[in-house]
Structures are given as structure tokens and as C-alpha cells.
């Protein structure tokens, strides 16, 4: 797959109460052709300054984005045909309907077939009943559905959604998702900047962790898990963890051990090490009540990168 | 050519409804103006003014008129989106600043079309005044809608440096001041200090307004200048909104997303 979106040493620094403050500290990332990106990271971490230099509203200090090969500083014009974009804290103008509104939009973009771009692209997030409503007027979560529409209006290649699912109802985000997958299988590559870890985990399919204007690891949820947490972990549910302790203690296998109150976790080297430790353990009597291997959670990964980095 | 066209006539789409819905902005090219000529008219009738006097405030009432709405409009679009929070969706579709500032100022055009008609309609039908050399009027019209836009250009670009609320100030203010300071119904000469006259010729809005005034024998047209004032504007125009537009760029002042 071809880089659809390339990053290459992006910096920018503001002035901040006199002081120099590094947003961005030479970034870099490719996203591929089809993939849905997610950049995670605390509030102030850069990633709405990146969104910004993608869509040229910045110019960064050194660096180059490119976007379909082409420069995102100097290129606007040509490059904004293809892609969209989407903020959960963008505002809509007062005075028009929703269909006034993807009207002036898809004159901007120059499309075709307007009447059913609107309708299509309200369809998706189930507003066709508001079409002659006015956005202003919305409440939140209708708004940044409104905004979602107009971001799919020209069928963008590339979508920049910029914390979407910020203020939707449960319902909502959860039909964002579901869109998100559908323009994923059509082939649109996404970047989603989010908060939502559990978000980022079933939607992306590379995240990137920015804090401090840097990023701290790149790949997928599960290479970022491999390397953060590189052992299996059983957890043993028994009467007998003392004894069971014992048993382990010191087995070539086993990396480290957790006692308590009837409970046990065991830290394998690898998973290969899984059917000799059960094979042991199923001959101890140690009263086992149940064994489950451990999936550490993009959660306690993000907390452990956002801690000390990779 | 076609997305360029598209383009504008998408923004002129866009501030027609809102002029239409906006009481605020129909007040524009309704009551606002048409309360200024009456102010100035009905002022000059009671004192039995001259009629071709009469006839030139008129004029140059929509001349006038035609700096501000051009230089108003071509800026303003930005400003309103701003502070809707909505400017990142427009900036982030394939139209220029340029384009932007076109469709701007092709409102600001129909804007002044239908207070001349207004104006004319009331010269006529108030006072039964009629323009006795119409083609002039509308060249000098046009130098001033072009003046208007060399000004919103201008303005254009610092709004994204500036504050946007300071912005909109001056975007009302100046066209206003730099109007009646360039003689729209009287002559600078016997107004303002040699000093001033001279930077005050270096407007093109006061040659347009000569051109006006010429129409009624008051002053004597010089189209060299006119013509030339204009270009060095537009070119100045050009080359500061785009140094602003991109140093707003650059400082992160242009528009913030979220």
C-alpha cells in the first residue's frame, strides 16, 4: 500500500507568555492508502496543530506534510478537492437549512448530482428528516452529525475527523463507528484524533501516541502491546496460590509472580511457554478454580507510554 | 476557470441569504442608506440648495456607498464565519482567498446596483432630479467598487493576523472615513491643508469622485491618475493580503481548529 498522507519532521513552536513552546518536535508518519489512523494523546499534546498544518491553515517551522504527493502548505487548493474534514468543536453559520448549507458546500467543491450528495450524505448520519431545518439551531451531538455530512459531501479520498464523536449520545457514536467502518471498507483513509481509547482500539488500524508535541510510539494496537507488555500473563483463580507460587518459582518459563487473596498471575516469557505451565499446573493440587490469559487494554498501554514512552 | 467560477458565485449564494435573513445586514441596503441621502437631501432642500447640487449628494451619497459595501462585503464573509466557528470548514475547501475575497466583493457589487436604483428612484421621484451624464457616473462607480476592494483585500489579510473584532471595526470605519475624505461632494482643496490634499491624491477614490463631481462642472476629471492610483491599490492590495495570509499562517492566526 502507497502513503497517502506523509509527515516528515514537522515542527512548530508558538509564542506562549514570552516563552518559545514547542507544539510539534519533528514528527513523522505515513499513513497508507485505505487505513484508518489514530493519533491519541492528552489535551495540548499537538494533535489539532497537526490537523492544522495538514489542512493548511499553519505553516510549520521546518518539516513538510504532503498529502497524494503534494505539499499541504502550498497546495491547498488542489489537495482540499480530494479530502474532508471534521472538528466535534466546529460551529455552524446561523441563517441557513441544513440543505442551503451542503448547497454552498458542494459549490465549493464544484460537485455534480448535488440534490443527491445532500441527500446521500444526510442519509449517513440519519438527518434527512432535518434537511430543511436549520444546523444552528441543533443541539450538539445533531451539529456534529450536521458537520459529518458535509464532511462526506465531495466523497473524500482522505478525512481528517478531529475528535468526532465529542458530545453524541451513545446511539450516535456508535453509528459514527459503524460509518467509519463503511468508509473504511470503501477504501477511504481516515485520520481520527481521539480520547476515546476503546474507540481507537476497534476502529484504527495504526495509532499513533503523541505527547508533547512528540510521538512516542507508532504501530498497531497489538505490536504496541507486544512491545509495551511482552509477556503472557495467566491468571490463575485458586485456593492454594502459595503453593502454586511455589511450585513456579524459579521455572525457566516464568518471568515473574503475583500472589493474592486467591488469585495468582503468572508472567510468561512467551506464548509458547502457555501448554507446558498449564500441563504443570494441572498436576499440582493447588484447588484451581479457573485460567485465563491476560489482554493487557489499550488503556493501561496508553498510560504506560504516556508515562515513560516506548 | 469552472471551479473558480463556482467558487465565487458559491460565496455570493452564501451572502445573499444571509444578507436576506440577517436584519442586521438587509438594514444595509435598505434603511441605512436610504436614511443617509434623505439626512443630506432633505437638509439641502430645505436650505434651497442648487438642484444640480442636490443631484451631486445624491450621487455621490451611492458612490460612497460603493466603497463601503465592496470593501465591507469582501472582508466580512471571513469574519462571520469566524466567529461562527466555521471558518475551518470553508478554509479547508478547495476555494482561495482570493476567490473568497471575489465573491466578497461581487456582492458588495449588487449591493451597490440596487442602492444607486434606490437613490436614483428617490433623486427622481423626490426632488424630479435626472443624471445628465450617466456613462461617466458609472465609470467613476466602478474605480470606487475597485478602491473598495483594494481596501477589503487589505483588510482581508489582517484579519488573519489581527483581532477579528478589531477587523470588523476598521472594516466599517475605514471605507467610511477614506470616503468622505476624498470629496465626494465637495472640493479637498478647500478643506483640508496642502499637506493632506497631497496624500489625499494619491487616492483613487478622490479622483473618482472628481469624476463625479466633473459631471456637474465642479472639478476637472484626470483619468491618468484615476487609472493609475487604481492599479498601484489593487497591486498593493494583493501583495499585502498575501503577506498577511500567510504570516497569519505562520503565527497559527489564521483560524483555530476546535
Not at chain 1, 14 to 39: C, M, T, W, Y
Not at chain 2, 20 to 39: A, E, I, N
Request: charged content about 20%; proline content about 4%.
Amino acid at each position: 500500500m502507497n502513503s497517502i498522507v506523509s509527515v516528515r519532521n514537522i515542527s512548530k513552536s508558538f509564542s506562549s507568555g514570552g516563552q518559545p513552546v514547542k507544539a510539534l518536535d519533528s514528527i513523522s508518519f505515513n499513513i497508507k492508502k485505505g487505513e484508518v489512523f489514530g493519533l491519541l494523546g492528552p489535551n495540548g499534546a499537538g494533535k489539532t496543530t497537526l490537523i492544522s498544518v495538514l489542512c493548511g491553515f499553519l505553516i510549520p517551522d521546518s518539516g513538510k506534510a504532503k498529502m497524494f504527493g503534494m505539499d499541504c502548505t502550498n497546495e491547498g487548493c488542489t489537495i482540499h478537492k480530494r479530502m474532508n474534514f471534521t472538528t466535534g468543536f466546529g460551529g455552524i453559520s446561523e441563517f441557513f437549512s441544513c440543505e442551503e448549507l451542503l448547497k454552498f458546500y458542494c459549490m465549493l467543491y464544484n460537485l455534480d448530482n448535488t440534490e443527491q450528495r445532500i441527500s446521500l450524505s444526510l442519509q449517513a448520519t440519519n438527518l434527512e428528516k432535518f434537511r430543511k431545518h436549520r444546523p444552528a439551531d441543533f443541539s450538539s451531538g445533531l451539529g456534529r452529525r450536521f458537520l459529518i455530512s458535509k464532511a462526506l459531501l465531495n466523497d473524500p479520498e482522505v478525512l481528517l475527523l478531529d475528535e468526532p464523536t465529542v458530545g453524541l449520545d451513545v446511539e450516535s457514536a456508535t453509528n459514527l463507528r459503524d460509518l467509519i467502518h463503511r468508509l473504511k471498507k470503501k477504501g477511504t483513509t481516515i485520520l481520527l484524533t481521539t480520547h476515546n481509547l476503546k474507540e481507537a482500539e476497534e476502529l484504527c488500524d495504526r495509532i499513533a501516541l503523541i505527547r508533547g508535541g512528540k510521538i512516542i510510539a507508532t504501530g498497531t494496537v497489538n505490536e504496541l502491546k507486544d512491545k509495551c507488555f511482552p509477556y503472557e500473563v495467566l491468571d490463575i483463580r485458586c485456593s492454594k496460590p502459595a503453593k502454586l507460587g511455589h511450585l513456579l518459582n524459579g521455572r525457566a518459563q516464568v518471568v515473574k509472580i503475583e500472589k493474592s487473596e486467591g488469585r495468582i498471575k503468572i508472567f510468561l516469557k512467551s506464548e509458547k511457554d502457555v501448554a507446558a505451565i498449564l500441563k504443570l499446573i494441572s498436576n499440582a493440587d493447588s484447588g484451581i478454580i479457573s485460567v485465563n490469559t491476560v489482554e493487557p487494554e489499550l488503556k493501561s498501554l496508553y498510560s504506560k507510554l504516556m508515562r515513560s514512552g516506548l | 476557470m469552472k471551479d473558480f467560477i463556482s467558487h465565487v458565485i458559491a460565496v455570493l449564494y452564501r451572502n445573499l441569504i444571509w444578507s436576506y435573513r440577517s436584519p442586521f445586514r438587509l438594514l444595509d441596503v435598505t434603511l441605512w442608506p436610504l436614511w443617509m441621502v434623505f439626512m443630506l437631501s432633505v437638509f439641502l432642500s430645505v436650505v434651497d440648495a442648487d438642484p444640480s447640487y442636490l443631484a451631486l449628494i445624491i450621487v455621490s451619497v451611492a458612490g460612497w456607498r460603493a466603497i463601503f459595501f465592496v470593501g465591507f462585503e469582501t472582508t466580512v464573509m471571513v469574519l462571520e464565519e469566524h466567529w461562527h466557528d466555521a471558518l475551518p470548514d470553508i478554509l479547508v475547501s478547495p476555494i482561495s482567498a482570493l476567490q473568497l475575497a471575489l465573491g466578497g466583493a461581487l456582492t458588495g457589487v449588487l449591493k451597490t446596483i440596487a442602492v444607486v436604483i434606490m437613490f436614483l428612484a428617490v433623486g427622481y421621484l423626490a426632488f424630479g432630479i435626472e443624471l445628465a451624464d450617466f456613462a461617466t457616473f458609472l465609470i467613476a462607480l466602478f474605480f470606487l467598487m475597485l478602491a473598495g476592494f483594494s481596501f477589503g483585500f487589505v483588510l482581508f489579510g489582517m484579519a488573519a493576523v489581527f483581532d477579528k473584532r478589531n477587523v470588523f471595526t476598521l472594516s466599517f470605519m475605514l471605507p467610511e472615513v477614506i470616503g468622505v475624505a476624498s470629496g465626494p461632494y465637495y472640493n479637498i482643496a478647500d478643506v483640508f491643508p496642502p499637506c493632506m490634499v497631497s496624500v489625499l491624491n494619491t487616492f483613487p477614490t478622490t479622483h473618482a469622485f472628481n469624476l463625479i463631481k466633473s459631471i456637474f462642472g465642479i472639478t476637472q476629471p484626470d483619468y491618468f491618475m484615476l487609472v493609475i492610483t487604481s492599479m498601484v491599490w489593487l497591486c498593493l492590495a494583493i501583495v499585502l493580503n498575501r503577506t498577511l495570509y500567510d504570516f497569519g499562517r505562520r503565527m497559527g492566526t489564521l483560524t483555530k481548529v476546535g
